[in-house]
């Protein structure tokens, strides 16, 4: 009895209020000696289920999304892709299908993707997702399932800061001319024009085509398909305002690839056959000190760190540039594309 008295009064007991602040919960902070990019949350508890606490704390992320243009959430619950997909919900509205491809992906599930199968000891230069498409995605994110042996990190560029540093000459003329991109199709190099558009019907590519601004020419009697469609290169961000350097002219010409794939891809084909390739929006070429001073740029800007396995990085795709360093060992890295946007909204 005594003991039943001695529960019953530490039932009875008024519990102490306890206070836990944001801060002993998750931490804000940069990584040394690179900056405001990314801004890194970081879990105090490894039981902090990140889909839940993200919305709980949408417009936090939001605001800080729009400032620094990358996030990265680390240490916190991310024990599936059921897990990362409910985090890809919480910020941002459903997943895009990935269209009109242009490097080849393998869906993991629903649509989240690997992030690229490309040969693993090639680097790849930055990019916004999709800036070519006229449809785009706002969002995208990143979740570390496993972490390369070596290397593998995503380097990162603020597409803002890129802008700033081009010279005003060499700016106006894009933003005068935009930028051409053309590919070509069937010839034994890149993406078929069936993977490339998803579709096995030439009549839905060109209708494709056609609803996209995309110019197209069939070759060979229908085994070879041209396309080329003109771009803007600088966009302003629907919410921000800010202006951005938002494109893949300088990503998809063909001097930007490693010398041993570009020198044998310039060997095989003429300049107007390559598989992928940029000019400016008249079609002229890109001079080759233009595109040595955009590269550098981006180089200037890069920001690298390394993954951890549970990692997740939502970036902004209009406000920051991601590529991949080449890497040795497992590396599996998904990849959700969200918030759709098109160029005649910004």
Known sequence: MATDKSFASFRARPRAAVRVSREDLVKKTFFEDLGPLPLVYTANNAE?????????????????????????????????????????????????????????????????????????????????????????????????????????????????RVLAGI??????????????????????????????????????????CRANRIEFQWKDGGKRLRTSQV??????????????????????????????????LLEEFDAEDLPNNTYYGDGTPIEPEVLEHLRELYHRETVVFPWEEGDVLLLDNMLVAHGRNPFVGERKVVVAMADPLSWDDV
């Open 48 to 160: 902090m289920h990140l889909p839940s606490w993200a919305g709980a704390n949408g417009e936090e992320i939001v605001n800080e999304l729009g400032k620094h243009g990358g996030l990265l959430f680390r240490g916190f619950k991310v024990k599936s892709l059921d897990d990362f997909e409910a985090f890809v919900a919480a910020v941002a509205s459903e997943p895009l299908k990935y269209s009109e491809r242009s490097s080849p992906r393998s869906q993991v599930s629903g649509r989240v993707y690997t992030s690229t199968d490309y040969p693993p000891e090639h680097p790849i230069f930055l990019h916004n997702e999709q800036s070519y498409n006229l449809t785009f995605p706002k969002t995208i994110v990143f979740h570390c399932v496993t972490k390369a042996r070596e290397q593998g990190e995503t380097p990162i560029a603020d597409s803002r």
């Open 231 to 264: 771009r803007r290169a600088v966009a302003r961000h629907p919410r921000t305002g800010e202006e951005t350097w938002f494109n893949h002219l300088t990503f998809f010409h063909v001097s930007t690839l490693v010398p041993g794939v570009r020198d044998a």
């Open 167 to 208: 010279d005003p000459k060499v700016r106006q003329r894009f933003v005068d001319k935009g930028y051409m991109y053309v590919r070509n199709f069937g010839d034994g190099f890149g993406l078929t024009w069936q993977e490339a558009f998803q579709n096995d019907r030439s009549s839905a590519v060109e209708e494709y």
